[in-house]
C-alpha cells in the first residue's frame, strides 16, 4: 500500500484550513463571494427536488413491498447486481392455502368445491398484484432512483467543486488586500501584490467556470420534473388498471358464487348497489380517467312487476330529504319516454323511489324527468 505523508500532510493542512475559514465567515471575520440569485435559486430548487423525490421513493416502496425485511433483500440483490427471486404473493399463497383445504375436506362438498373456486380467484388476484408490482418498479421507481444515485450525486459533486472554488477565490481575495495594505507601508511589496492579482485572476476564471458547469447541471433539474411527471403517469394508469383487475375478478366470482350457491344460500351474494359498499358499475377512477375505457353496457330495463304496474314517471315527485347531485360520466340514450337521455360531464338530481329496481334512478333536469342508470353516473352528495 503506498502511505503518501506528502500527501496525507498536506490534505490535513486544507482541511484544517477551511476549518478556520468557515469559522472566521461565520464570524463576520472574513470575505464570502456570494452567489448570484439564480443559481441560488436553482440550488434550492434542486434540493427540494432531492427532498421529495427521495421521500416519495421511500414511501412507494413501502406501498408496493411493506416487508422491510424483504426490501432489505432486494436491495442487496441490486447491490449486488443480480436478479431478485421472484416471490408468492399473499394472494396467491392464500389461494393455494385453500386449494389444498378443499382436498382435505372433499372437492365434492359444498365447502370444498367454493374453497377452490375462491382459492383460483385468489390467486388472480395474486397474478394482478404481481405484474402491477413489475409494471410499478420498473416505470415509476427505477427512473426515482436513478436519479437519485446517478444525476443527483453528480450535481453533488460539482456542487462541492463550486464551493471548494469558492473558498480558494476568497483566500486569494484576502491574499491581495493583505498585500496591498503591506505595500502603503513599503514599495518592497509591489512583487508580492503582482503574485496576488495573479492567483486571484486564476482563481476567478476556475470559480466562474466551475459556477457554469453547476448551472448547467442544476438547470437540467426541469427536464427531470417533466421525465418524474411522465412516470408518474404511468404508475396512476397500472395502478388504475391493476384495481379495475381486481373489481372485475371479484365481480365475476360474485357471479360464480352466487350460481353455485344459490339454491343453499338464497341471495347471499346478491350486490345490491343502495346497500354494498363497493359499486357494481365502473368507479370514476378506474374508467373515466383510464385512455380508451369505454362506457357501461346499457342495462337491462327493470321488469319488476311492482315497479311497471305502480311507477310512472309524470306522478313521481321528489324526495322532501334524500336526492343528490350526480355527474354524468358518459352519453346515454334513452330507450324509452319512461327515461331521461343524457350527456357526459352535465349534472343532473337523482333520487330513488320505493320498488324501484337499485340499478335505476330517478334523474332530473330542469323540467325534464326520466329513470337513469347507475353506472353512468357519479354521485357527488
Same mark, same amino acid.
Given at each position: 500500500m503506498d502511505f503518501n505523508v506528502k500527501k496525507l500532510a498536506s490534505d490535513a493542512g486544507v482541511f484544517f484550513t477551511r476549518a478556520v475559514q468557515y469559522t472566521e465567515e461565520k464570524l463576520g471575520q472574513a470575505e464570502k463571494t456570494e452567489l448570484d440569485a439564480h443559481l441560488e435559486n436553482l440550488i434550492a430548487r434542486a434540493d427540494c427536488t432531492k427532498n421529495w423525490t427521495e421521500k416519495i421513493f421511500r414511501q412507494t416502496e413501502v406501498l408496493l413491498q411493506p416487508n422491510p425485511s424483504a426490501r432489505i433483500e432486494e436491495f442487496f440483490y441490486e447491490k449486488l447486481d443480480r436478479k431478485i427471486p421472484s416471490r408468492t404473493t399473499n394472494a396467491e399463497l392464500l389461494g393455494q392455502y385453500m386449494q389444498d383445504a378443499a382436498k382435505e375436506f372433499g372437492p365434492g362438498t359444498p365447502y370444498g368445491s367454493t374453497l377452490i373456486t375462491v382459492g383460483e380467484f385468489q390467486k388472480r388476484l395474486g397474478g394482478a398484484e404481481r405484474e402491477f408490482l413489475h409494471t410499478s418498479a420498473i416505470n415509476f421507481l427505477t427512473p426515482l432512483r436513478n436519479f437519485l444515485e446517478g444525476d443527483w450525486k453528480t450535481i453533488s459533486k460539482e456542487r462541492r467543486l463550486l464551493e471548494n472554488r469558492r473558498l480558494d477565490l476568497d483566500v486569494c481575495k484576502a491574499r491581495l488586500k493583505k498585500a496591498k495594505s503591506a505595500e502603503a507601508k513599503a514599495a518592497l511589496w509591489s512583487e508580492e501584490v503582482d503574485k496576488a492579482e495573479h492567483e486571484l485572476r486564476v482563481a476567478q476564471t476556475e470559480f466562474d467556470r466551475q459556477a457554469e458547469v453547476t448551472r448547467l447541471l442544476l438547470e437540467g433539474i426541469s427536464s427531470t420534473h417533466v421525465n418524474h411527471l411522465r412516470c408518474l403517469h404511468e404508475f396512476v394508469?397500472?395502478?388504475?388498471?391493476?384495481? #379495475?383487475?381486481c373489481h372485475k375478478h371479484m365481480q365475476d366470482l360474485q357471479k360464480e358464487l352466487s350460481c353455485a350457491n344459490g339454491d343453499t344460500f338464497p341471495n347471499a351474494f346478491a350486490v345490491n348497489a343502495s346497500t354494498s359498499g363497493v359499486s357494481t358499475g365502473p368507479s370514476p377512477l378506474s374508467t373515466a380517467t383510464l385512455p380508451g375505457a369505454s362506457s357501461p353496457s346499457r342495462p337491462t330495463n327493470p321488469s319488476n312487476a311492482l315497479e311497471s304496474s305502480t311507477l310512472k314517471i309524470e306522478e313521481v315527485k321528489p324526495p322532501a330529504t334524500g336526492t343528490r347531485k350526480a355527474k354524468v360520466l358518459y352519453d346515454y340514450d334513452a330507450a324509452d319516454t319512461s327515461e331521461l337521455s343524457l350527456l357526459s360531464d352535465?349534472?343532473?338530481?337523482?333520487?330513488t323511489v320505493p320498488?324501484?329496481?337499485?340499478?335505476?334512478? #330517478?334523474g332530473e333536469r330542469g323540467n325534464q324527468k326520466g329513470k337513469v342508470p347507475v353506472t353512468y353516473l357519479e354521485l357527488l352528495s
Amino acid at each position: 500500500m503506498d502511505f503518501n505523508v506528502k500527501k496525507l500532510a498536506s490534505d490535513a493542512g486544507v482541511f484544517f484550513t477551511r476549518a478556520v475559514q468557515y469559522t472566521e465567515e461565520k464570524l463576520g471575520q472574513a470575505e464570502k463571494t456570494e452567489l448570484d440569485a439564480h443559481l441560488e435559486n436553482l440550488i434550492a430548487r434542486a434540493d427540494c427536488t432531492k427532498n421529495w423525490t427521495e421521500k416519495i421513493f421511500r414511501q412507494t416502496e413501502v406501498l408496493l413491498q411493506p416487508n422491510p425485511s424483504a426490501r432489505i433483500e432486494e436491495f442487496f440483490y441490486e447491490k449486488l447486481d443480480r436478479k431478485i427471486p421472484s416471490r408468492t404473493t399473499n394472494a396467491e399463497l392464500l389461494g393455494q392455502y385453500m386449494q389444498d383445504a378443499a382436498k382435505e375436506f372433499g372437492p365434492g362438498t359444498p365447502y370444498g368445491s367454493t374453497l377452490i373456486t375462491v382459492g383460483e380467484f385468489q390467486k388472480r388476484l395474486g397474478g394482478a398484484e404481481r405484474e402491477f408490482l413489475h409494471t410499478s418498479a420498473i416505470n415509476f421507481l427505477t427512473p426515482l432512483r436513478n436519479f437519485l444515485e446517478g444525476d443527483w450525486k453528480t450535481i453533488s459533486k460539482e456542487r462541492r467543486l463550486l464551493e471548494n472554488r469558492r473558498l480558494d477565490l476568497d483566500v486569494c481575495k484576502a491574499r491581495l488586500k493583505k498585500a496591498k495594505s503591506a505595500e502603503a507601508k513599503a514599495a518592497l511589496w509591489s512583487e508580492e501584490v503582482d503574485k496576488a492579482e495573479h492567483e486571484l485572476r486564476v482563481a476567478q476564471t476556475e470559480f466562474d467556470r466551475q459556477a457554469e458547469v453547476t448551472r448547467l447541471l442544476l438547470e437540467g433539474i426541469s427536464s427531470t420534473h417533466v421525465n418524474h411527471l411522465r412516470c408518474l403517469h404511468e404508475f396512476v394508469e397500472a395502478q388504475a388498471a391493476y384495481y #379495475i383487475q381486481c373489481h372485475k375478478h371479484m365481480q365475476d366470482l360474485q357471479k360464480e358464487l352466487s350460481c353455485a350457491n344459490g339454491d343453499t344460500f338464497p341471495n347471499a351474494f346478491a350486490v345490491n348497489a343502495s346497500t354494498s359498499g363497493v359499486s357494481t358499475g365502473p368507479s370514476p377512477l378506474s374508467t373515466a380517467t383510464l385512455p380508451g375505457a369505454s362506457s357501461p353496457s346499457r342495462p337491462t330495463n327493470p321488469s319488476n312487476a311492482l315497479e311497471s304496474s305502480t311507477l310512472k314517471i309524470e306522478e313521481v315527485k321528489p324526495p322532501a330529504t334524500g336526492t343528490r347531485k350526480a355527474k354524468v360520466l358518459y352519453d346515454y340514450d334513452a330507450a324509452d319516454t319512461s327515461e331521461l337521455s343524457l350527456l357526459s360531464d352535465e349534472l343532473i338530481t337523482v333520487y330513488t323511489v320505493p320498488g324501484m329496481d337499485p340499478d335505476w334512478l #330517478i334523474g332530473e333536469r330542469g323540467n325534464q324527468k326520466g329513470k337513469v342508470p347507475v353506472t353512468y353516473l357519479e354521485l357527488l352528495s
